[in-house]
């Protein structure tokens, strides 16, 4: 039986208002003993039939409205990174929103990935009833150049969202193009020597790749 869970918006972020099953562990940040999810998991999850999303005035949300507004790329989230979003889950990754931080421990616990991250997050949790400044941290997130995305973690049935560890590695997404050596090296020293993986999406087919340095022999 399929367990339907109950949204508030405004987007980007939806507000859990009534819960099922064990998914949380693994989806949604938590402020102030709240959950709230981002708009491609809720998404995800309105695919698979485990939410039902309502807006304002409490009327149920169409599917279609919700792909209109993923793909749209408004709120940090477009929609190849939705598809890159889904795949992941699909395989039974555990993947967040970089440099948005699980919960209020994790971001003491935890040092800033790129400059400025670490105080946005602390102004978030002292007045996270204004949903307004979440908006837009998301909303400011740029979707057109090569950027780090998801932090993504292996499967884990323990898995802690106060205490989540470092990721197995931080997705960066491409705009159609391989990221020159210098963007490379810039996004290293942001992700803190987390390994980098690299995504394009074509027609609906998610590629990923990797870039290791390699020492040529000097030949005679």
Known sequence: MVAMQIF?????????????GSMWTTIGIVRNS??????????????????SLLDADDRSVPLKDIYKKVGEGK????????????HLRS??????????????????????????????????????????????????????EVRPVFDVYPPNSKFRKSSPGN???????????PPSKPEIE???????????????????RVSFFSFNRVELPVLP
């Open 8 to 20: 508030q918006v405004p987007p980007p972020l939806a507000e859990v208002v009534g819960k099922k």
């Open 91 to 144: 395989l039974g990754y555990i993947v967040g929103r970089h440099g948005i931080s699980w919960t209020v421990k994790s971001i003491k616990n935890k040092p800033p990935s790129v400059e400025g991250t670490l105080e946005i997050e602390v102004i978030i949790d002292q007045k996270f009833e204004d949903l307004n400044l979440v908006n837009e941290l998301f909303n400011n997130i740029r979707i057109d």
């Open 167 to 177: 990721p197995s590695f931080v997705l960066c997404m491409t705009s159609g193009h």
């Open 34 to 51: 709240k959950i709230y999810c981002s708009i491609e998991e809720t998404l995800f999850l309105a695919e698979r039939g485990e939410l």
């Open 186 to 204: 810039d996004l290293e020293r942001q992700c803190n020597g987390i390994p980098l993986k690299f995504c394009h999406v074509e027609y609906g």
């Open 75 to 86: 709120s940090g989230c477009c929609w190849e990174s939705f598809e890159v979003y889904r």
